[in-house]
């Protein structure tokens, strides 16, 4: 069965700092996509990167950095130089196999960066 | 419109009575989603629509949950019956193809059953 793990409830870091959000995730699929989202206190969540199973390339966007291994089955999120403004529920998700496009989500990790 | 909008925003019911929870998906967008948020909770799907296909209604938690959608573009989301185990916060989503765009996510209707 597919799972996601986010086993980070909360993290607290003063800005600045540098922060990982990890993210562990378990399917039989051999094809797959893993997902982050954002969900600020407005409630909406805001998405962030998509990776097929195919690429492990880790990918940099500004301060957002995602390391994708297959090997520990795991797509850890890496903010750097963290902001107030990047305090928010991040979440980790699945795609499930087949053609339904259902998301399989982890419970999230909740971000507080203080100034 | 610019994004998914969903109507109401809020919603407090007692229990025992029928809401109805309406989504709005972006121009164009061919899937459609909805999505539980219960509290300290990741997102539980609930239905998926795609095109014309049949939707993919494996995860409603009940036969009171049911939704539709109109004409390939608004969905209503119905419980009936609410019970308080069903104050979450219902998410709607909406894609141009699937996964291949990512989903488009709109704010929310909180529902509280009392």
């Known amino acids: 069965a597919q799972k996601v793990t986010q086993a980070q409830t909360e993290i607290s870091v003063v800005e600045k700092e540098d922060v990982t959000l990890d993210c562990v995730y378990e399917?039989?699929?051999?094809?797959?996509?893993l997902f982050w989202y954002k969900q600020p206190p407005s409630g909406e969540l805001v998405f962030l990167i998509r990776r097929n199973s195919f690429d492990e390339q880790n990918e940099i966007s500004g301060r957002y950095s995602w390391n994708f291994q297959k090997s520990t089955s795991s797509f850890n999120f890496t903010i750097t130089a963290s902001q107030v403004v990047d305090s928010a529920v991040y979440f980790c998700a699945l795609s499930e196999g087949g053609n339904t496009d259902k998301l399989i989500f982890g419970t999230g990790t909740r971000l507080q960066v203080f100034p | 419109g610019a994004g998914v909008s969903q109507s109401p925003s809020n919603k407090v019911t007692e229990k025992g009575k029928d809401v109805e929870l309406r989504c709005d998906p972006i121009?164009?967008?061919?899937?459609l989603y909805w999505y539980r948020q219960s509290l300290g909770q990741g997102l539980e799907f609930l239905i998926y629509?795609?095109?014309?296909?049949?939707?993919?209604k494996s995860g409603l938690p009940s036969d009171r949950f049911s939704a539709e959608r109109t004409g390939g573009s608004v969905s209503t989301l119905t419980i009936q019956r609410t019970q308080q185990e069903d104050s979450a916060v219902y998410l709607c989503a909406s894609s141009l193809r699937g996964l291949d765009y990512g989903y488009t996510f709109g704010s929310g209707t909180r529902l509280t059953v009392v």
């Open positions: 121009s164009g967008h061919t899937a």
């Open positions: 629509f795609q095109g014309n296909s049949a939707p993919d």
């Open positions: 399917t039989r699929d051999t094809t797959y996509y």
